[in-house]
């Protein structure tokens, strides 16, 4: 692997990092013109047609029928939660709280993930990863808190156990994956080809309604770089580096941009409780990570 593989990786892993970061500045500004119904419908069919596009640009067509016929079992059930019921959920806690809320509970899912790949596939929960989650989870609190004890009786729990939920649906989607056989962008774009009829039918039985142009751009906007082309950039930063680790440590940047675009562009002022209980949650996740990585190295030690 040369030094031009390692640009290259980093050049698409900054351009994940941009995607990911003006996310939630795009849900709150999209959410002021479109309900939740309108913004998941809008997103999920762009999103549709982007990773179809890929797909056949990459000529991987017949191999889409080939998987569906295969893999229809968990293409469907892959599909309800990611896009359907994960970003249904997410969007509802982002349309209750403000974003530099809603946006470091949403990172938790890492914690949420080791924790529940113990249960339901019965690995090993180590001490360590009951540890990260109370250290992260103290975060959380303190964000919700805003320093002030009286915030947390003031907080929309509703609100914030969206925000909670939308973390296991998005662990849940991963455990899945990890089970998963599928080639993993045709299995992404099956996914949202199930999920959008389901997503269209549910809007135009509740909601109907189309948004203002705000609402569509904002809802394009998310489908296309939230939802869809930040995946593919994020994969290709993980074939072209020598060293993965470094390439994913660069993701502990994206909430602290993201947090900058949200004052910036959103209008919301970030208090200082929100940055470093953003600190605490993600010393917890590195904490696990790092654990986990010696605990590999002494099971593998010639590796």
Not at 90 to 113: C, G, K, M, S
Not at 223 to 241: D, N, P, Q
């Amino acid at each position: 692997m040369s030094e031009y593989s390692q640009s290259r990786a980093l050049g698409f892993a900054f351009v994940t990092l941009l995607m990911w970061s003006t996310a939630a500045t795009a849900f709150k500004l999209t959410l002021r013109y479109a309900t939740v119904l309108q913004t998941l419908a809008i997103a999920v069919a762009i999103s549709s047609l982007a990773l179809l596009m890929l797909v056949a640009l990459n000529r991987q067509g017949k191999t889409l029928i080939t998987v569906l016929r295969q893999y229809w079992r968990i293409s469907l059930v892959a599909g309800l939660m990611n896009p359907v019921i994960y970003y249904l959920i997410l969007f509802e806690a982002y349309d209750r709280l403000p974003a530099q809320l809603a946006q470091p509970i949403n990172i938790t899912w890492t914690i949420v993930l080791s924790l529940m790949a113990g249960f339901l596939l019965r690995q090993p929960i180590q001490r360590f990863d009951y540890l990260a989650a109370v250290i992260s989870y103290g975060g959380v609190i303190l964000i919700v808190s805003q320093g002030d004890l009286a915030g947390i009786f003031n907080a929309d729990w509703i609100g914030v156990g969206l925000a909670i939920l939308s973390t296991l649906v998005w662990a849940g989607y991963w455990t899945v994956n990890i089970q998963d056989k599928r080639p993993p962008l045709v299995g992404m774009c099956l996914n949202f080809l199930v999920a959008t009829p389901v997503v269209l039918l549910v809007w135009l039985v509740l909601d109907g309604e189309v948004p203002s142009a705000e609402g569509l751009l904002g809802g394009v906007y998310i489908g296309l770089f939230e939802m869809s082309l930040a995946f593919v950039c994020w994969s290709l930063a993980l074939k072209s580096t020598p060293n993965a680790a470094t390439i994913s440590n660069l993701i502990f940047l994206s909430p602290f941009l993201s947090l900058q675009f949200i004052e910036w562009l959103v209008g919301e002022t970030i208090h200082w409780t929100t940055y470093v209980g953003l600190v605490i949650i993600i010393a917890g996740i590195a904490y696990q990570q790092l654990r986990h990585r010696q605990l590999s190295h002494h099971a593998n030690p010639i590796q």
